[in-house]
């Protein structure tokens, strides 16, 4: 199936832990997203890449690191936790010259 | 710093009724306009895109209308169906390599 794939799905873990969320698209896109839903289900942009080059980085904390090493592959890694990391985490590609963004299913994050 | 706005947040109508979902921006230069469709616990649905040069999508029961002039755009479901319900977000990119800047969606809940 061509999709955007994002795993694990459910991820629970203690303040203060590291993480990461992988994230690959089959589908031959040239930029990558994380979108990050709060408790309202408002999404916010956290980062974006194109061709594994990073062109938007929001105000998100260090504590934030995504790395790209291809394409088809944006990770999240999250480190020291905090309980306000809480949310959903949304990937997302698209292909630059259409411009239409497809998600993958989400992570829901829970910090205890 | 364009803005997003969806109104109401919530609608409730009766199966069989058409109706009109509204998305209103404040920068009007805008790359694409897209609507999503969000279901409970689950990620973001695509349903239309509609690139800037364009004034409308369709995608059988549904018809997106785009006026960049007055920083508008409606979403149209004939004939809604239970199976219709769920949260409708609207999101606009200003560029090719911009983020979507989402509104915060309309729950809508079509009752059999």
């Known amino acids: 199936d061509t ?58 904390p260090n504590r ?15 480190n020291s936790l905090e309980l306000g990391d809480s949310a959903v985490y949304f990937c997302a590609s698209s292909q630059h010259s259409q411009g239409g963004l497809l998600f993958g299913s989400g992570t ?3 910090v205890l | 710093k364009q803005e997003v706005t969806q109104i109401p947040a919530a609608l409730s109508v009766p ?5 009109v979902l509204n998305c209103s921006f404040t920068d ?25 040069s364009q004034r409308e999508q369709t995608s059988g029961r549904l018809n997106a209308s785009l006026d960049k002039s007055s920083g508008r755009s409606t979403l149209y479901i004939a004939a809604s169906q239970p199976g219709d319900s769920a949260t409708y977000l609207c999101a606009v990119k200003n560029g090719a390599n911009s983020k979507l800047t989402f509104g915060k969606g309309i729950t809508l809940s079509v009752r059999p």
């Open chain 1, 3 to 60: 999709a955007v794939s994002q795993t694990p799905k459910y991820l629970v873990t203690q303040m203060g832990n590291d993480k990461s969320i992988k994230c690959e698209q089959n589908l031959g896109h040239d930029t990558m997203y994380w979108y990050k839903q709060d408790s309202k289900k408002f999404l916010k942009i956290m980062f974006s890449y194109n061709n594994k080059e990073l062109i938007i980085n929001e105000t998100v």
């Open chain 1, 108 to 110: 829901q994050l829970s």
């Open chain 2, 15 to 19: 199966e069989g009724e058409n109706l």
């Open chain 2, 28 to 52: 009007s230069a805008i790359y694409n306009l897209q609507w999503f469709r969000q279901d409970p616990g689950k990620g973001l649905t695509s349903l239309l895109l509609i690139q800037s």
């Open chain 1, 64 to 78: 934030f690191s995504p790395k790209s090493p291809d394409k088809a592959h944006l990770n999240l890694h999250i």
